[in-house]
């Protein structure tokens, strides 16, 4: 078999051009699977997934049909499954880790103005369109939480009752979404 010398001469960077082109050969495939699991610009995003008795939170393993506020879902690019949260704060808490590189399909909250606060179920909005509330009276099953809705109005309406601030998306940072709160404070656990 022919060798190839890079101009350095080191024998350390010396190749077989048969184990360059089976290698080549090798990894074509690959590169065009991975090309294959990234969403087109006109693919829909995955749609949600209605939680039952036994979904789980992704964090702490806490059902969450069994407790009350918004929960949330994300769906992962190149998983099959949405992983649950059984709270928003656990879900900006994960989105907003400086780690978090796994790239986001698509992020559900649910609409706290169309559904009952200590049993919410279904109402599934995108996370990104939503707005938040902050500070309310009201706990989620981690404690404090971000109230999330689907319309403004319905977001003052309960700020109105149970008071706290309005935020978009966007302006959720970290420092806002503290996990010490929750199963610490719950006696149901």
Request: charge should be neutral; charged fraction near 20%.
């Amino acid at each position: 078999m022919t060798r190839y010398a890079p101009r350095c001469g080191c024998r350390r960077h010396f190749l077989r051009t048969g184990t360059l082109l089976a290698t080549g050969a090798a990894l074509g495939p690959l590169a065009w699977l991975a090309g294959c699991s990234e969403r087109s610009g006109d693919d829909k995003p995955p749609q949600p997934v209605e939680i039952t008795s036994a979904t789980a939170c992704e964090l702490d393993g806490m059902l969450l049909a069994d407790y009350p506020g918004p929960k949330a879902q994300v769906h992962y690019v190149g998983t099959a499954a949405p992983v649950y949260f059984c709270d928003t704060v656990e879900l900006f808490a994960a989105l907003l880790r400086p780690e978090q590189v796994r790239a986001v399909a698509a992020a559900y909250v649910q609409d706290m103005g169309r559904t009952d606060w200590d049993r919410p179920r279904g109402q599934w909005i995108d996370a990104r369109q939503a707005v938040y509330v902050r500070g309310s009276k009201r706990l989620g099953s981690m404690g404090p939480t971000l109230a999330s809705f689907a319309q403004e109005a319905d977001a003052q309406a309960f700020i109105a009752q149970w008071g706290g601030q309005m935020l978009r998306y966007a302006e959720i940072k970290p420092e806002m979404v503290d996990l010490s709160g929750g199963a610490n404070f719950d006696t149901r656990m």
